[in-house]
């Protein structure tokens, strides 16, 4: 995983929505899949001639909706490994078939936790990874790695807080006034590189750190609410109401973005030095990605069935609900998670905020000995050359 270890070890407290898991459909077979995909008919995107015979994708995570744009390119014939926690099947560009395959892969525990950048040094086959861009900072002198496509325009980490314990918290400076006054701490993984900034920025005192948080619930809820934890918007706030019964109430929450910790989460990226060997294929590839967050978000139903399907098929420890998953896409909108941006157009990134964020990466990981290219600059970690600005929101 990239520079925070994810994430939401819920299975002892998330049960519901087995059933909905019925109402997927099966997987066919490896042999159906192969021969409906020779059997397709090629659209009017013909990536057969650019691009790897297989785009393996290799996320960060298990299946989730920040990752929907991916199934969503997967049609109705498609092969589930469940042993090795992946997908295949014709790459789809809408209803149209785009000429060769796409496997996607889960990262976090079916991975040992691996960073993806490593796993795309380590394995030739995979084309494309979900990285950070604090990793891809962190880890440049080892492993660089260019961004291609940013499917979300704000990352979703967050710290959360319960309103009635801290009913005048809005924010996190707020919020670091409120546990200094109540003697609570911030709960996070420990590592994480945000909150190595958050400490060295002056934003959040070290003494109110507590780097144990495991992933489960047991400690806010056991604390009564008194100390806050890290989680991501798109999941902590409905899972806690919704599905850990012990709490069963609302949470507030801020994102870490707000403090200056501004990165692009789980970019969509190709290994530096294969980007001019990529290219073509990017060229074509990268719209038809762009235009699968776009159909995602509006509709989400299709590729939600496949990666509950997924969940229960790798049967991982991980549990994810169909309401989960809805509440999950509305906020990434909602929150603006994923967006356009500021212009008419999504998927690109902001040439000023890699290169403000850039500067406090540098700053921070060359401090704490991380792997970075001292000749690392903004430009180095990005491109926005790929990109189609006739697709957005």
Known sequence: MPSNPRRRHLAATSLLGIAALALTACSPGTDDASASATDLEIGAVDLSEVCPATIVVQTDWNPEAEHGHLYEMLGD????????????????????????????????????????????????????GYVHSDAAISSSATTPVVGVLAQMDVNPQMVMWDPETYP?????????????????????????????YLIASG?????????????????????????????????????????????????????ISSTGWDIYGSAVSVRADRLDELSPCLTELVPVMQQAVVDFVEEPSDATALILQLVEEYDNGWTYTDAGARYAVETLVADSIISNGDNAYIGDFDPERVESFFGIGMDLFSGIAADVDPDLTPEDIYTNEFIDQSIGL
């Open 77 to 128: 014939e498609y092969t589930v490994d469940a042993d090795n926690k992946s997908v295949s099947g014709p790459l789809m560009a809408g209803d149209e078939y785009t000429g060769v395959d796409l496997e996607v892969r889960s990262g976090g525990p079916a991975v040992g936790f691996s960073t993806v950048q490593s796993l795309m040094y380590q394995d030739d086959s995979i084309t494309l």
């Open 168 to 196: 005048d918290v809005h924010d996190i400076p707020s919020l670091v006034d409120a546990l200094q006054e109540s003697g609570g701490a911030w709960r996070y993984f420990g590592g994480a590189a945000y909150m190595e």
């Open 203 to 255: 934003t959040v005192p070290e003494e109110l750190t507590d780097g144990s948080y495991d992933g489960t619930p047991a400690g806010f809820v056991t604390d009564g609410g008194i100390s806050a934890q890290q989680g991501f918007a798109s999941a902590e706030p409905y899972i806690y109401a919704n599905e850990v019964p012990a709490w069963g109430k609302p949470i507030d929450y801020a994102l």
